[in-house]
């Protein structure tokens, strides 16, 4: 049985449980144990219509523990009034529910948590799994999540920016643990574009595409860091790459520039050089410029410094640094790299060593050190 | 989220404020202070914020590698050892600021007298995972 398939049904079929009138908490639950039964049974005996079964099977879910529930009594009669489940509007139930798992009242652990839990249809054990915490610790996180929205009602549009926020921490933040959680970020991301027309929607789609296109080629067999200039461009991802340029393309031309597709405008340039000599700097710095005039984001000015540095020399790139604050995450790396492309080594060397003890990730702090080691070597032959 | 390491040590960081050796204190005091200890264990799990928390025997022995074919060479305890590390609390949260207000309320656990011990806890980020969009 195709899991992915699976779990694609469940915002529609949650959705659908709490428009008619199921609390948010106790619905979810209903629907966690419809999933497991259709694990079980589907593969001797598959539906014909697979979301109307997981509808069926979750609402029943739902009155039975609605029903064993003696303090929900008033409720239960409510409920048992609705209409049989027949047919609902998947496409906005899924909307919403985007919408409630992204509210700004819960913290972004909490919107991630339960953004994977109810739209992407995980089990808390995977999104443990998947955040290194123990599942006791997700599972109170998702509980509390479920509480502070459940009063939330299903009548007026969220705000697609905070849905766009949690998405992109998923696909940005992710360990590589037995879930995927970049393809279950693009995976999500698509199907809200395919619940809603928005230009940023869109263009975060793209950015994920660019990016994941890029993975084969990111790290080495022994899971070293590998920068974009000496990656091996022949394992892109050429299929993604394609499908990122056509929806990037399509959303600019709506005229609607925002943060994310001014970033996947970036990425695609990068994805458009044959090799990192042929990358169109000139371009991309044009894109950091509005990148800082949609967001004033200080790391992306760090990141034009550096594209800079490419289109006009590393002095440049040099002299748009040093007016950048200097705790700044990665600006001790990004002076020891344009340091390095202007023939400073002894000064790149200590600025790399630097940097590596500033960093935040234990891949990026080995390829520092690396590269200070190299410069090192080099200079002691 | 990122997580966070509240390592606590026997010595090796600056003196409590509250600063008398637990085997001079009350049984009650005791009671008191582990009962804290694991409340705050509960209640950081109840906000999906507890990873783990370990408490280690001050004696430890080192250990090296000597050479193909030969046992490890064990050595210590080395009653000198500046540093002495009494246990952790793994935490994943939200900010550094919350970090810090966690560190500051494990630090307020009840110790000689009932009163808060002030001791000084040492607080260090996990290294992460790189991210995924870098240009």
């Known amino acids: ?381 | 989220m990122a997580k966070y390491l509240l390592l606590k040590h026997y010595r090796g960081g600056p003196a409590a404020v509250n600063d008398v050796p637990m085997d001079q204190w009350t049984p009650e005091e005791i009671s008191a202070h582990m009962q804290y200890m694991h409340d705050f264990a509960a209640r950081l799990e109840e906000t999906g914020e507890f990873v783990d928390g370990q408490a280690l025997a001050p004696e430890g022995t080192f250990v090296r590698y000597d050479g193909e074919g030969r046992p490890p060479v064990t050595d210590g305890p080395f009653a000198e050892t500046k540093d002495l590390i009494a246990g952790w609390m793994v935490i994943d949260v939200d900010t550094y600021e919350r970090a810090v207000e966690l560190a500051g309320e494990l630090s307020a656990a009840p110790g000689a007298g009932g009163k808060p011990i002030h001791e000084w806890l040492e607080l260090r980020p996990f290294l992460t995972a790189p991210p995924t969009v870098t240009d």
Not at chain 1, 66 to 89: L, N, W
Not at chain 1, 312 to 317: E, I, S, T
């Open chain 1, 1 to 381: 049985m195709d899991a992915a398939f699976l779990r694609s049904l469940t915002p529609s079929v949650l959705g659908a449980l709490v428009r008619r009138g199921a609390d948010f908490a106790a619905a979810e639950d209903a629907v966690q144990d419809a999933l497991v039964e259709a694990v079980r049974v589907w593969p001797t005996a598959p539906p014909r219509d697979p979301r109307g079964w997981l509808l069926t099977v979750a609402w029943r879910r739902f009155l039975d523990a609605t029903r064993a529930d003696t303090a929900r009594r008033r409720r239960e009669d409510r409920v048992d009034a609705e209409p049989a489940p027949g047919h609902a509007p998947a496409v906005d139930d899924t909307l919403q529910l985007y919408f409630l798992c992204a509210h700004p009242a819960l913290t972004p652990a909490s919107a991630v948590a339960l953004t994977l839990r109810a739209v992407g249809g995980l089990t808390t054990r995977q999104i443990a799994q998947a955040y290194l915490v123990p599942e006791a610790t997700m599972a109170q996180r998702i509980s509390r999540a479920k509480r502070t929205v459940s009063g939330v009602r299903f009548d007026r549009p969220g705000d697609v920016a905070t849905v766009l926020r949690v998405l992109y921490l998923v696909f940005n933040e992710g360990y590589l643990g037995e879930v995927d959680l970049s393809a279950e970020a693009v995976r999500l991301t698509r199907q809200l574009a395919a619940a809603i027309d928005h230009p940023e929607v869109a263009g975060l789609l793209a950015l994920m595409l660019l990016h994941h296109a890029r993975r084969p080629a990111r790290t080495a067999p022994d899971g070293s860091l590998v920068p974009l200039a000496e990656q091996d461009r022949g394992r892109w991802d050429t299929a993604a790459i394609a499908e990122g340029v056509e929806i990037l393309q399509t959303a600019l031309a709506r005229d609607r520039l925002g943060e994310f597709q001014a970033q996947a405008a970036i990425a695609a340039l990068h994805a458009d050089a044959p090799t990192a000599e042929e990358t169109d700097w000139v371009q991309i710095v044009e894109w950091y410029d509005e990148l800082v005039r949609l967001t004033g984001s200080p790391i992306a000015r760090l990141n034009r410094a550096v594209a800079l540095g490419e289109a006009d020399g590393p002095r440049a790139g040099l002299a748009e640094l040093s007016g950048l604050d200097e705790t700044l995450p990665r600006h001790t790396a990004a002076a020891a790299y344009l340091h390095e492309r202007a023939g400073d080594t002894a000064t790149a060397a200590r600025l790399y060593a630097e940097a590596a003890r500033k960093a935040t990730s234990l891949a990026e702090r080995d390829h520092l050190t690396r590269r200070a080691a190299r410069l090192n070597n080099s200079r002691n032959v």
